[in-house]
């Protein structure tokens, strides 16, 4: 994708905009922040990977089961985390 054809953080929370249908407060770090990390990590998997999200190549089960093994990452961060504030 060509660096004219990207979009940019402040591109993605405007798009987060139209889709709440406008009703998210017009400064919101938090949610532009988000933004700019969904765009840090694409460009980072298509550098890794040298592929977009908008590959073709993969079932609709393969993309579950992708979905799925990062969902069971996540489980295992959440534990992780609990077992550490646990012991403090």
């Known amino acids: ?8 953080g402040k591109d993605c929370y405007s798009l ?3 889709l709440s249908e406008n009703s998210l407060p017009e400064d919101t770090p938090i949610e532009q922040k988000v933004c700019d990390k ?13 592929t977009t999200m ?3 190549d993969l079932s609709i089960e ?10 069971m990452d996540l489980a295992i961060y959440l534990e992780k985390i609990k077992q550490v504030l646990a012991d403090k």
């Open 38 to 50: 969904i765009l840090e990590r694409a460009e980072l998997g298509e550098n890794k990977y040298g």
């Open 62 to 71: 393969q993309w579950l089961t992708h979905a799925q093994e990062e969902a």
């Open 54 to 56: 908008e590959r073709t």
């Open 1 to 8: 994708m060509k660096d004219e054809e990207r979009i940019t």
């Open 16 to 18: 987060l905009m139209l």
